[in-house]
């Protein structure tokens, strides 16, 4: 069964300052900091110390469905729709490269080592070594759009959702496609391991949440209604002890992760 613990959740603050809708957000060097970006084009960074003004990072001309910060080199990577990448130095709040690689909506980006793993919506994966913004290879598994990526350094594979219903697992190495799963009835929208990378967790606009065994070549482990309507992504909190389930039905879920197991 569901936990039924109860979680005191209490909001402390409402942002304003970005013009269109709000599409991603990313972490930043410290706990005290993230950034926001989406519609209207504008990357912010705000501080926890002081929430009432968030600071302009960059400003591109089109919107802005994925970012990903990388704390080694301390940049910020900024998918631009129609555009490619940007690569956004955020102590100097300047783009310091970019690479036009496609004319499609990116709508997510995930790194492991110096390589940047993009999803498109024209089915496309691309990887990129991210210090020459050199592409490295291009996946083509699907006509319809790549949605969401999750990478797994234990097992060394990654994880790809697709709008044809299917969540497809490459090598992290050589990128040959290991396995295909029909994972959901509608397209899949996001995917996340768990923090043990046993289980891979999966939503989409079926509004299910689906748990797949990792150890067990990705059976089903669980499969619930968890929302009604699509779910756009999954998170954990940082001590793992929860994640949390977002979606199109205005809706953020909090679930214990050891129901996981069970």
Known sequence: MISSRQIAIHKLYTLRGHKDCIYTLAHAETKSQFYS?????QVVEWNFDNMEEGKLVARLPSSIYAMYFHPTY???IVGQNFEGIHIIDVKQKKETGSIAFTKAAIFDIQCYEDRLFVASSDGMVTIID????????QLKYSQKSA????????????AVGYSDYSIKIFDIDDYQLKQAIEAHKNSVFTVKYSPDYQFL????????????SVEENYALHKSIVAHMYA?????????????VTCSMDKSIKVWDAQYLSF
């Open 37 to 41: 970006a989406g519609g209207d084009g």
């Open 74 to 76: 301390h940049v910020l």
């Open 130 to 137: 991210m210090v020459n913004l050199k592409i490295i290879q």
């Open 147 to 158: 949605r969401t990526i999750a990478i797994n350094p234990i097992r060394g594979e990654f």
């Open 201 to 212: 967790l999966s939503g989409g606009r079926d509004a299910h949440l689906n748990i797949w």
């Open 231 to 243: 779910i756009n992504h999954i998170d954990y909190k940082q001590d793992h002890k929860y994640f």
